[in-house]
């Protein structure tokens, strides 16, 4: 026997229809499926209908198409450190790996959470947040992160909703040159079909002041301490030392912040550091010429403050002859101070060459100084032939006369702005003429 089954009331959804072609959502739709009894009269009031959601697959894995500056950078806690925030932006929706192989396609939509996955991201010291995550991209924000360090996602990372993974690897890379610090962003490697990248990012207006080391003194600093240069100091073998008798910092950091001291000298025949290159040192004069000293001053909490001295060493130059081959002599000697002088060497009808030992007088505390010595004109040479003859002023050249014809000696005397110069030429007297000898009468 047939039964009529239960009664259904009809239920009016209004006029609220869904196209095929809708979507909900990025890649996801909804499948409906609809049932009606044709043979009886009015049955689409009690039709029944069931709705699926559906995600559509994409079999190509996701790229980097763009990245938004979201902040500027800006200083962070201490003067080494930066905070900052960018938008990274992908052509697809975005899946992360959820396992330790690369090779499983274990994946799911992105979230806060399985975006810092230890196994593919790599981060610095420093506050890594991920922020404003949607299913195309996510903003990355950091505090206090370290310049120089970057932060990266290994190949393999990032998927399609299907599972196709992206073999690009993606860096987030905070640099700085000479216009100051900013935030570089790769996709993939250089040369390769989707690499990108993008830089310049993020730049601040300004940067903010840097601490600078303020030195104090036992005789006048020229210079600025604010300036590249830094510092200028003038010494001669008069006033030869200079002591630095305190280091401060502007602006000053909390003085509970241990802090260490460490000086360099380049070029290091020009002055010397005493003290072991600890706070304060004595700067001392060895050398004629310019210097640049350097004081690097490291805090505890990363940050450093440097400062400069850009010393000058003045002196003065005399050329003495001296082990002058007997019987011969050289006038005058020494020679004098001016930058141009002549002198006079008679061999006293010797009949033979003569030699000398040259010396640079430069004064006292200064034979560090490097000295360089240059012949013009075939008559004369250096013992072993070098030409020219370099050292510093302990090291004398041995001159010897080859012929009669006059010659010049150029000697140049340190480095820089403060090198001395002196040109002295030598006329040759009596060259291979032999004494009169009487002969004896023949037997």
């Given at each position: 026997m047939?039964?009529?089954?239960?009664?259904?009331?009809?239920?009016n959804?209004g006029?609220?229809t869904?196209?095929?072609?809708?979507?909900i959502?990025?890649?996801?739709?909804?499948?409906l499926?609809?049932?009606?009894?044709?043979?009886?009269?009015?049955?689409?009031?009690?039709?029944?209908?069931?709705?699926?959601?559906?995600?559509?697959?994409?079999?190509?894995?996701?790229d980097?198409?763009?990245v938004?500056?979201?902040?500027?950078?800006?200083?962070?806690?201490?003067?080494?450190?930066?905070n900052g925030?960018i938008?990274?932006?992908?052509n697809?929706?975005?899946?992360v790996?959820?396992?330790?192989?690369?090779?499983?396609?274990?994946h799911?939509?992105?979230?806060?959470?399985?975006?810092?996955?230890?196994?593919?991201?790599?981060?610095?010291?420093?506050?890594?947040?991920?922020?404003?995550v949607?299913?195309r991209?996510?903003?990355?924000?950091?505090?206090?992160?370290?310049?120089g360090?970057?932060?990266?996602?290994?190949?393999?990372?990032?998927r399609?909703?299907?599972?196709?993974?992206?073999?690009e690897?993606?860096?987030v890379?905070?640099?700085?040159?000479?216009?100051?610090p900013?935030?570089e962003?790769?996709?993939?490697?250089?040369?390769?079909?989707h690499?990108?990248?993008w830089?310049?990012l993020c730049?601040?207006?300004e940067?903010?002041?840097?601490?600078?080391?303020?030195?104090?003194?036992?005789?006048t600093?020229?210079?600025?301490?604010t300036?590249?240069?830094?510092?200028?100091?003038?010494l001669?073998?008069?006033?030869?030392?200079?002591?630095?008798?305190k280091?401060?910092?502007?602006?000053?950091?909390?003085?509970?912040?241990?802090?260490?001291y460490?000086?360099?000298v380049?070029?290091e025949?020009v002055?010397?550091?005493?003290?072991?290159?600890?706070?304060?040192?004595?700067?001392?004069?060895?050398g004629?010429?310019?210097?640049?000293?350097t004081?690097?001053?490291?805090?505890?909490n990363?940050?450093?403050?440097?400062?400069?001295?850009?010393?000058?060493?003045?002196?003065?130059?005399?050329?003495?002859?001296?082990?002058t081959?007997?019987?011969t002599?050289i006038?005058?000697n020494?020679t004098?101070?001016?930058?141009?002088?002549?002198?006079?060497?008679?061999?006293?009808?010797s009949?033979?060459?003569?030699?000398?030992?040259l010396?640079?007088?430069l004064?006292?505390?200064?034979?560090?100084?490097q000295v360089?010595?240059t012949?013009?004109?075939?008559s004369?040479t250096?013992?072993?032939?070098?030409?020219p003859?370099?050292?510093?002023a302990?090291?004398?050249?041995?001159?010897?006369i080859?012929?009669g014809?006059?010659?010049?000696?150029?000697?140049?005397?340190g480095?820089?702005?403060?090198?001395?110069?002196?040109?002295?030429?030598?006329?040759?007297?009596?060259?291979?003429?032999?004494?009169n000898?009487?002969?004896?009468p023949?037997?």
């Open positions: 047939n039964r009529r089954g239960p009664t259904q009331t009809p239920v959804y006029n609220n869904l196209s095929i072609s809708d979507r959502g990025d890649g996801r739709y909804v499948i499926s609809y049932a009606q009894n044709n043979a009886v009269p009015g049955s689409y009031q009690v039709a029944s209908f069931r709705a699926e959601s559906f995600q559509k697959s994409n079999l190509t894995h996701p980097l198409t763009s938004t500056e979201m902040e500027l950078l800006s200083q962070g806690s201490s003067m080494t450190t930066w925030k938008t990274l932006n992908f697809a929706i975005l899946h790996s959820t396992s330790n192989d690369p090779n499983s396609n274990d799911e939509l992105i979230s806060p959470a399985n975006l810092n996955n230890p196994n593919y991201v790599h981060t610095p010291s420093g506050d890594i947040s991920f922020s404003g949607s299913q991209g996510f903003t990355l924000e950091i505090k206090d992160l370290p310049m360090r970057s932060i990266s996602f290994d190949p393999m990372f990032f399609s909703s299907s599972g196709d993974p992206a073999p690897r993606l860096t890379a905070f640099k700085r040159d000479a216009e100051g900013y935030v962003v790769t996709w993939g490697d250089k040369g390769a079909a690499y990108q990248q830089t310049d730049r601040p207006l940067e903010p002041e840097s601490r600078v080391a303020l030195l104090e003194r036992n005789i600093l020229g210079g600025s301490p300036s590249t240069s830094g510092y200028t100091l003038k001669d073998n008069t006033n030869n030392a200079a002591n630095i008798t280091v401060s910092l502007n602006p000053e950091p909390d003085h509970t912040i241990t802090r260490t460490s000086w360099s380049s070029p025949n002055v010397t550091i005493s003290d072991g290159f600890v706070e304060p040192p004595t700067i001392t004069a060895v004629i010429g310019t210097a640049t000293v004081l690097t001053v490291r805090l505890a990363g940050e450093t403050a440097t400062q400069r001295i850009q010393v000058t060493v003045e002196g003065t130059l005399d050329v003495k002859f001296s082990n081959t007997a019987g002599t006038t005058p020494p004098g101070t001016d930058s141009a002088v002549a002198v006079e060497w008679d061999l006293a009808n009949g033979q060459t003569a030699s000398t030992t010396e640079a007088v004064g006292t505390n200064l034979s560090k100084t360089t010595w012949i013009t004109g075939n004369a250096f013992a072993g032939n070098q030409k003859f370099t050292g510093d302990t090291k004398m050249p041995v001159l010897t080859i012929n014809t006059e010659f010049t000696i150029k000697v140049e005397a480095t820089g702005a403060a090198k001395i110069e002196k040109t002295i030429t030598v006329s040759i007297k009596n060259f291979g003429t032999l004494p000898i009487p002969i004896p023949s037997p």
